[in-house]
């Protein structure tokens, strides 16, 4: 049985996921990371994408207390859905440790946990722990069956989930943390499909969905001013259109601090909700 998750026992067996084909100034800040763990934290690199879900399956099972995604947004995705999907219903889950070397690095940020990879390390080992609800989505695939994800900060549809597939290492290399920005931009070229949301309160359609668990979206920007780690409702924000001149409304907002203060987009809070599409959307 893991130790209580509370208790300062539960750090006595660490395990890091890490992807060890980190590229530039990732790399280094890796390196630095790991050389700074304590002893008992044990390493388990990733060897190809996904990988880090398999990873944090076996380290719940090997009975690790502490499981550590060392990277970005997408890291913490993999190993929060490698330790909750499990099929075992006696199944404890390991506490999820945080080390910020993404791009955005949102889920840290909504944390608290500082960007400074020292200061993150120091928590890591003294910090406390703290509840988080963690939606649970259920996707049709491709052939036409069910999938089971969960996400920790943020779900998109339209626009976001276009832009974020076009997102890969060259551009975020030229543009770090525009990057997202850029591939949104390039996805405008094309025409965007139309979501239908649907929820116990409204039923709407749009261009950009936006799902918040938490307050922040791009990092920093906070955009679901209700959202809560801790609360078990989800932000729901719909903008009918995500034309150029749409975005440009935006942005003028978010640099107000205030993103919705010009676009006719609608915020609500929900419990539920239900997206579809006439075609296929990632």
């Not at 499990?86 to 946990?113: C, K, S, W, Y």
Request: aromatic fraction near 8%.
């Amino acid at each position: 049985m893991n130790p209580d998750p509370r208790s300062p026992e539960f750090r006595t067996r660490a395990c890091v996921i890490f992807n060890p084909t980190a590229r530039g100034d990732k790399a280094a800040k890796l390196r630095t990371a790991l050389n700074s763990l304590p002893p008992h934290f044990e390493t388990r690199p990733t060897r190809s994408a996904g990988d880090a879900v398999t990873l944090a399956r076996e380290a719940a099972a090997d009975g690790f207390g502490f499981v550590v995604a060392a990277g970005g947004d997408g890291t913490v995705h993999e190993v929060v859905n490698g330790l909750l999907n499990q099929e075992d219903p006696h199944h404890t889950n390991p506490v999820l440790g945080v080390l910020p070397l993404g791009t955005m690095n949102v889920f840290a940020r909504e944390l608290g946990i500082p960007m400074d990879l020292q200061a993150a390390i120091e928590l890591l080992k003294h910090g406390h722990c703290a509840d988080c609800f963690v939606p649970r989505v259920h996707l049709t695939s491709d052939a036409g069956s069910w999938i089971t994800r969960r996400f920790v900060e943020l779900a998109g549809a339209g626009l976001d989930s276009i832009a974020v597939q076009k997102v890969n290492w060259n551009l975020k290399k030229r543009w770090g943390a525009m990057a997202y920005a850029v591939a949104g931009f390039q996805a405008l070229r094309h025409g965007l499909p139309r979501i239908h949301v649907r929820t116990p309160e409204k039923c709407l359609v749009g261009e950009l969905v936006l799902i918040g668990n938490g307050r922040l979206y791009g990092g920093p920007f906070e955009l679901f001013p209700e959202g809560r780690l801790d609360d078990d409702r989800l932000a729901v924000t719909v903008f009918p259109k995500a034309r150029l001149g749409d975005l440009v409304t935006i942005g003028l907002g978010w640099a107000l601090n205030d993103p919705l203060r010009f676009s006719d987009a609608a915020s609500w809070l929900t419990r539920s909700v239900e997206l579809s599409a006439e075609t296929m959307v990632p």
